[in-house]
């Protein structure tokens, strides 16, 4: 076994605790571990400054971890991950690649693709669960079909048996020298941060400690202090409330299931000492971990969401991809002070709470009716803790794109949150200067505040503080015209599609309100399939069944009080899309991209760098 040659090839697993690809190679022979940066392969969902900020302190960390292990982490940039591989095979005279698995989409096609080229050139490859309690194939509803549904997703892990944390700790690694055929990068040399992000950068590092051990101090002092007030604290939006860990757990660098098994510990102890709100606090906070989960869960089945939403009833949204709001909606001048403090926090430090991530999404999608695409793009590029999963489920669930979300026709007047969330306005009064005069009964509309209080407080409205980017009572009518136009141009579509006609007949059955998810088979006679493969799966076509159908609507629509949408770039009513639809598959998702783009509209490019600027308790 000692005379093993074996890559581990790190991505987003940068720990040395209890990281199973690491274990296996360290146990089995002498290990050569390498970080490949490629960017031509991360394609529209290159990290954005701040994401890249923390990548690159994460892996000076984990190189310093790895060199007092005896060994060194590789660092290369190159035009090809496969190329890279290969290289470093042939450099060590390695026989086997290890490697933990990655469920966003751009991830599965890339790896499945390196997998089955390396098998073919007869290297062993095996991949490992190292970023989830359980695997997205693992957990299915009695019938064996993927869940939509987040409490009944979570309900069934939580009565399923968990792998602990086994992986023996690695203490020690057999050094692999290469030979001169490739080049060691240095971290400054990978290009992750560009000499004019150096400035920005610089704040990064006074809020934020990058890196696993940082990441292993922040979960202790989380468990030990935090969690027994976690239930009241997660609902305020300003200062540190809640654990802080997302960065950490999107980069790899403190296992979940660590922080799973520290909190169920704690749960256990509180249970026993009568404590039932800490017992409460334990089960709010394993959710949130639980809703990290499914975001993966559902990338995972349904591979398309990054692209349409799981519901296809949004299909014929009059979406107004207008620039010049999304451009306000960016810089924190909507006129409306938490929503506009929101995203000057998010420009500022690369973060904001989840209660602000819900509120200014919504905005966007509701007030603005802008593409929900545009704005998962705009917090992939600005975030530090930017996680395409978890981005994608935000977004769809503010979207009315998820069955269990906020319902499409559902607006959150942001005065009325500003009132709940910030009472004293001091979030507000942090991120926007211009208002901190404001007496806090107007702060969070101070369109309606007497000119004389405006004047007091040096408030001149369009001139240092936006006038509302649009009227509430307008923003809510234009809503509405617009759900009243999506249906209609869904009817029209149905009336065109004789395809469709047939479909309806389904969709008029009862209580089939999902219907438009394609069905996800992960359980049935043929595919039985072992808890903790080691392998990693990919979605298969033929796991789709089912037929994608729209929600039920009312039969009449009163078509002559429309105003005609001029802005709709969406699908056109009649052209089918239920091929596409139905491709699940991670290649054909890739593959797919190249039409789709044709048809909807595109994201807005680099949208950072545009930036002007240097119902329910249960809810997500
Ligand atoms: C529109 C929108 C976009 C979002 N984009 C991202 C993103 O790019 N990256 C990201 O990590 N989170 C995202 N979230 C989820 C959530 O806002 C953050 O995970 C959370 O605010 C991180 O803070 P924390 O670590 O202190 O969370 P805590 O409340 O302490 O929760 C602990 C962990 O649970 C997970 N978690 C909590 N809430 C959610 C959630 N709603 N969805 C998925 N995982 C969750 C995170 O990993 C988090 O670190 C988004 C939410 C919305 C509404």
């Avoid at 729209?550 to 770039?569: G, Q, Y």
């Amino acid at each position: 076994m000692a005379g093993n040659k074996i890559i581990v090839w790190f991505r987003r697993d940068l720990r040395i605790e209890d990281n199973p690809a690491l274990s296996a190679a360290a146990r089995d022979g002498r290990v050569l571990p390498v970080f490949i940066w490629c960017p031509k392969e991360e394609g529209q969902f290159y990290p954005g400054r701040v994401s890249r900020w923390w990548l690159k302190h994460s892996l000076l960390y984990l190189s310093q971890s790895l060199k007092s292990l005896g060994s060194q982490l590789l660092l290369i940039k190159a035009d090809s991950t496969l190329a890279a591989l290969l290289a470093c095979i042939d450099s060590v005279g390695a026989t086997r690649v290890v490697f933990n698995h990655l469920y966003d989409p751009v991830s599965l096609v890339r790896d499945h693709h390196i997998k089955e080229q390396l098998v073919e050139l007869g290297i062993s490859v095996q991949s490992y669960n190292a970023d989830l309690l359980y695997e997205p194939w693992e957990v299915y509803d009695e019938k064996g079909l993927a869940f939509t549904m987040f409490d009944a997703y979570w309900n069934t892990c939580m009565h399923m048996q968990m792998e602990p944390v086994t992986h023996a700790p690695v203490w020690r690694l057999e050094p692999l020298p290469t030979s001169g055929m490739i080049e060691n990068c240095s971290i400054e040399d990978l290009g992750l941060e560009d000499e004019t992000e150096r400035s920005s950068n610089a704040l990064l590092g006074r809020g934020w400690s990058p890196g696993w051990g940082h990441a292993d101090k922040a979960l202790t002092e989380f468990i030990e202090h935090h969690l027994v007030s976690y239930a009241e604290n997660r609902l305020k939006v300003g200062g540190n409330s809640t654990s802080l860990l997302s960065p950490y757990l999107h980069f790899g660098e403190v296992s979940v299931r660590k922080v799973f098994q520290s909190t169920r510990l704690k749960q256990i102890l509180w249970a026993k000492e009568g404590n039932s709100s800490g017992e409460e606090c334990a089960t709010l906070f394993l959710r949130a971990i639980g809703l990290r989960e499914y975001s993966r869960y559902l990338c995972f089945n349904f591979p398309f969401t990054h692209e349409k939403p799981l519901l296809s009833n949004l299909k014929y949204f009059p979406w107004r991809p207008d620039q010049t709001s999304f451009k306000a909606w960016r810089q924190g001048r909507t006129g409306y002070p938490l929503v506009d403090a929101g995203m000057r926090e998010l420009w500022a430090t690369g973060w904001i709470h989840n209660r602000i991530r819900v509120i200014v999404a919504s905005f966007a999608v509701k007030f603005l009716l802008l593409p929900w695409k545009w704005g998962m793009k705009y917090f992939w590029d600005t975030l530090l803790d930017a996680d395409l999963e978890s981005d994608i489920l935000g977004w769809q669930y503010i979207s009315g794109s998820l069955p269990d979300g906020h319902e499409l026709e559902r607006m959150d007047c942001p005065e009325v949150q500003g009132c709940k969330f910030d009472p004293e306005g001091e979030y507000v009064r942090q991120w926007l200067p211009e208002l901190a005069r404001m007496p806090t009964e107007w702060i969070h509309h101070p369109w309606d505040a007497p000119t004389s209080v405006l004047k007091a407080s040096g408030v001149e409205l369009g001139l240092n503080y936006p006038k509302p980017i649009i009227d509430v009572d307008a923003a809510r009518a234009r809503l509405t015209e617009a759900i009243f136009k999506m249906w209609e141009l869904e009817a029209t579509a149905r009336a065109c599609s004789s395809n469709y006609t047939d479909e309806v007949v389904g969709d008029n059955s009862e209580g089939d309100e999902n219907s438009s998810i394609p069905k996800v088979v992960l359980k049935d006679r043929a595919t039985s399939f072992t808890i903790s493969s080691n392998d990693q799966r990919v979605p298969s076509i033929q796991n789709l069944k089912g037929s994608l159908v729209c929600k039920k609507r009312p039969n009449e629509i009163a078509v002559n009080e429309l105003r005609p949408v001029h802005d709709n770039l969406q699908d056109q009513p009649g052209s089918s899309r239920r091929d596409e639809e139905e491709c699940s598959t991670a290649e054909s998702s890739a593959a797919k991209r190249q039409t789709i783009s044709r048809e909807s509209f595109s994201v807005p490019q680099s949208s950072s760098s545009l930036n002007g600027l240097t119902s329910n308790e249960q809810e997500i």
